[in-house]
């Protein structure tokens, strides 16, 4: 499952992520740990994502993955999952963002590992959660990735 990056994150650790996880009640898929360890994020050489149902546009595309332990304090796993916990399903985590703020997460309600789009600008404005804002992009993570192209803009 790799994925080559433009701009890298410094290398993270499989205690590091384990931490991560046990401080917010949450079990990351085996993929995604993979992903980070290997990647820890970063800018993608492939940015491009499909969103199905969105009113605006049917492609998207990553600004940056967020990784853990990273320079940037705002494109760090934990300060994202942080700054909306209980505003948003405590299992939707998001895991990279676009240029406008919104985020690709992974949605692991009901045991699944599937990705969306959560197109937050309701939420920015509100604090409101709505279902509705979040698009489905994946099943899985590693179809996501494999979803991935270089960017049409």
Not at 3 to 24: C, S, Y
Not at 80 to 89: E, F, V
Not at 111 to 137: C, I, M, N, P, Q
């Amino acid at each position: 499952m790799f994925l080559h990056m433009t701009e890298a994150n410094p290398p993270t650790t499989l205690a590091t992520i384990e931490d991560f996880e046990r401080e917010r009640g949450l079990v990351l898929p085996g993929g995604y740990k993979q992903f980070l360890l290997t990647t820890n994020g970063g800018v993608p050489e492939k940015p491009a994502f499909p969103v199905v149902g969105h009113p605006n546009y049917s492609i998207n595309v990553i600004r940056i993955f967020l990784g853990i332990g990273v320079r940037w304090p705002t494109t760090e796993l934990a300060y994202a999952y942080d700054l909306y916990a209980g505003g948003i399903p405590a299992n939707v985590i998001p895991i990279a963002s676009d240029d406008l703020g919104s985020y690709v997460c992974l949605d692991l309600r009901d045991g699944k590992d599937r990705v969306a789009f959560w197109d937050h600008r309701h939420f920015w404005g509100t604090g409101e959660w709505r279902e509705s804002d979040l698009y489905h992009v994946a099943d899985s993570f590693a179809e996501f990735l494999a979803s991935l192209r270089p960017n049409p803009y």
